[in-house]
């Protein structure tokens, strides 16, 4: 198997624009994972969905994030209008069972930087 | 609320030296704990776990005992590595799907 699929690698943005990150999950698996990685706040959950189903998004730090999950094979994470302090590490993962923990698979991430 | 602390890096080590990185955790049930690996422009893969108390997870020559009485996993190596330089995360999970990860500390080794 390929493994979790991000894209884009690198993503550079200006300040107002719209950003939109992918991932494929590993094929047969029910749930998928968004973390963003920063320095100052190291790694946090933004959603998780399981079956296609959003179950938590407490994690989504305000209204111009979102997120979809069409079908069990594709995601998005959208940020609009994306702002300086969005610049971070976005990692998807995926996952077998309903939960997480041992059988987390990460993609490699999207670096975005917003200026 | 759930919470990991790792001991702050960077480590520098040389070749086959003894590797330590300290990790506490407060959680108010009974998690499981693991340790998670970065390399270099790659995502996070899972590199031991332990899901009760005096379990020992081990892996690739590295271990890690759940200590309860001490809220404690610290993760060892006996003799490290070039290519075991990388980000390791320690974590927790008391649910089916929510880890809580720690800061993360950056080891290099050199040859």
């Known amino acids: 198997d390929a493994g979790v699929i991000q894209s884009p690698r690198h993503e550079v943005t200006e300040m107002g624009q719209e950003v939109t990150l992918r991932c494929k999950p590993i094929s047969g698996h029910n749930s998928l994972f968004w973390y963003r990685q920063t320095m100052m706040r190291g790694l946090e959950l933004l959603i998780y969905?399981?079956?296609?189903?959003?179950?938590?998004d407490s994690g989504m730090p305000e209204d111009r994030f979102s997120a979809k999950m069409p079908n069990a094979s594709f995601s998005t994470l959208k940020i609009q209008p994306s702002e300086p302090r969005d610049s971070a590490v976005y990692f998807c993962?995926?996952?077998?069972?309903?939960?997480?923990?041992?059988?987390?698979?990460f993609g490699s991430g999207t670096q975005l930087s917003v200026l | 609320g759930n919470s990991v602390t790792q001991m702050e890096g960077p480590v520098t080590l040389s070749e086959e030296a003894f590797l330590t990185i300290n990790c506490t955790y407060t959680a108010t049930g009974y998690p499981s704990l693991f340790w998670y690996v970065q390399y270099p422009g790659e995502g996070l893969q899972l590199l031991l776990k332990a899901t009760k108390a005096d379990d020992k997870g081990s892996n690739k020559g590295f271990e890690a005992t759940y200590r309860k009485e001490t809220t404690s996993f610290h993760l060892e190596k006996g003799s490290v590595q070039v290519s075991d330089s990388a980000v390791y995360f320690c974590?927790?999970?008391?649910?089916?799907?929510?880890?809580?990860f720690g800061a993360g500390t950056t080891v290099t080794v050199r040859a």
């Open positions: 974590a927790l999970s008391d649910n089916d799907y929510k880890l809580s």
């Open positions: 993962a995926s996952s077998l069972t309903r939960g997480g923990g041992e059988k987390l698979f």
């Open positions: 969905f399981n079956n296609n189903v959003p179950i938590d």
